[in-house]
């Protein structure tokens, strides 16, 4: 079950939870990361996406996901020390699962992206800010567990452009990596970088 643009956004929503629901590690990362209460925090990009593509393709709900990105941000210490610290709790927290939590304080892309990749990267004002410049607006995508069990969900492109890869378009290829996937994404695709949810230092 996925998107579809056509139906109102409620039934919209209702889909794609009822669609990424049926990735188990999806939605024990997001149960686990909520006892963190780290502040603004989603579960982005790669493995959101992934999963609804993999169930319209009659994929497995895993298929492909190496790893898992939780973004936050934290702008009261930008530190490495006060991120790799949260990066030990959540090592702890998630240890066991089928893949890996990689966890980024999206308050500190700006100090390391530049070195990193080359090219410079305004401080960014929050997580969903820093959503909103993923090079790839397939890749524009949060979801968060909060109190009594609701999800919040962050699109700035709406949902049904996430259906499903053929609809993706052009877009598709330029889709950030998911973890250390290349060629392991839907058949075809061939993304290239992650810009925001990489290892800083």
């Not at 643009?5 to 990361?33: C, H, I, K, M, S």
Request: hydrophobic share 35%.
């Amino acid at each position: 079950m996925t998107c579809d643009g056509r139906l109102p956004l409620d039934e919209q929503l209702a889909r794609f939870e009822q669609t990424l629901r049926r990735n188990r590690t999806l939605t024990e990362v997001l149960a686990r990361a909520a006892t963190l209460n780290l502040p603004g925090w989603y579960l982005v990009a790669g493995c959101l996406y992934q999963t609804v593509w993999n169930v319209a393709g009659g994929q497995p709900p895993e298929a492909g996901i190496l790893d898992y990105d939780l973004a936050y941000f934290d702008a009261s210490d930008l530190s490495w020390d006060a991120e790799d610290a949260v990066i030990q709790a959540g090592r702890q927290l998630f240890a066991r699962l089928p893949a890996p939590v990689q966890i980024r304080n999206q308050a500190r892309v700006h100090l390391w992206y530049g070195e990193k990749f080359g090219i410079p990267c305004p401080p960014h004002e929050s997580t969903e800010a820093a959503i909103d410049t993923y090079e790839a607006t397939t890749a524009c995508l949060g979801v968060r567990a909060e109190p009594g069990g609701r999800w919040r969900v962050y699109a700035p492109h709406g949902l049904s452009r996430h259906s499903r890869p053929a609809e993706a378009g052009a877009a598709a290829l330029a889709a950030p990596v998911v973890g250390r996937r290349t060629s392991q994404l839907s058949p075809g695709l061939q993304p290239r970088h992650r810009r925001d949810s990489g290892r800083g230092g």
